[in-house]
């Protein structure tokens, strides 16, 4: 029986959900380090508390009962590209996108020249899930605007979640040559490699990573997992125990913890850390199939039936594996009689 041919859950899944986590982390970082710029190339003032005219409209636009808020004239200081944008922020800060979006694209139908709120549009997009327009929206900015690390960085990140994974590692790339120092970019790009399954390439990068951030669990877990992958498993246990040391909750260093204590033959230790992930039915169905590669049949077929005791109407993956681990453990008593 080839490995390939044993179910294991949880890695697409997992690497899907932790992927979209993540987007939202680095948008909302990305956001925040922005700067707005005037068409002049100046810095926009700093953030400042809303005006109490403002303070209506963002109160208009949340309320129900409020069709559509009046169009503002062209001349309406209140309706300024700056103004609108600030707004869009204290939306995008709530997690009320679409309505970021819609002050964004005000500003630009005033000023369509504004490459800053372009970008931040592209932004939004992307946590939108509206990978299309968010492309469009950056290759504007960096057509006007090639040194922009932010607008290279996003439109990497795009590319990513669409697993396209040359042409994010070259925007990530560009971004840092811009800013060798950008540490969401270094560990974007570590992401990048990794995902393409160039693992030499991605623990170069996740090590320069922690080098700006020494005490980051999600870069710790990324190059544990690399290294692992390039079977270098003592120091892939040692950085993944450092990750789940700093953040004990996070499922995918746990999950990745359990895969490498099973792979060194550590199965009581490995299934702790695959319970640890989260889903119970899901450890002993992991578990189940390490003992399955040992040839350990009525381990596995013990594990995977805890595994559906624990979830019977759902858990398909646990059954078929089931079912392997009982022919197998039928053949093994035949050919001992």
Sequence with gaps: MRAETMKTGGNSSLRVSTLRKFLAVCLALLLVSACLTTRGGQKA????????????????????????????RRGDSDASPEKLAELAEVFFHRGQYESALMNYYQALSQEPQRHDIRLQAGRTLLLLGRLEDAK?????????????????????????QENHTAEAQRELRAALALDPRRLSARSLLGEAYLQAEQY??????????????????????????????????????????????????????????GMVLADQKKFPEALAAFRQAGDEAQAFNNIGVHYFLEERYAEAARCFQKALDLRPTYYQEARVNLDKALARLREQEAAGE
Excluded: C
């Design 45 to 72: 003032p700093a953030f400042r508390a809303l005006k109490p005219s403002e303070n209506y409209q963002l109160d208009a636009l949340n309320d129900p009962s409020w069709k559509a808020m009046k169009p503002k």
């Design 136 to 160: 469009r929206e950056l290759a504007e900015v960096l057509i006007h605007q090639p040194e922009v690390a932010e607008a290279h960085e996003a439109l990497g990140l795009a590319f990513l």
């Design 200 to 257: 030499s390439q991605a623990a170069g990068e996740f090590r320069q990573a922690l080098d700006l951030s020494p005490e980051n669990p999600r870069i710790m877990s990324n190059l544990g997992w690399a290294l692992f992958k390039m079977k270098q498993t003592d120091q892939a246990l040692t950085w993944l125990q450092k990750a789940r040391a700093l953040a004990p909750q996070d499922s995918r260093s746990n999950h990745r913890l």
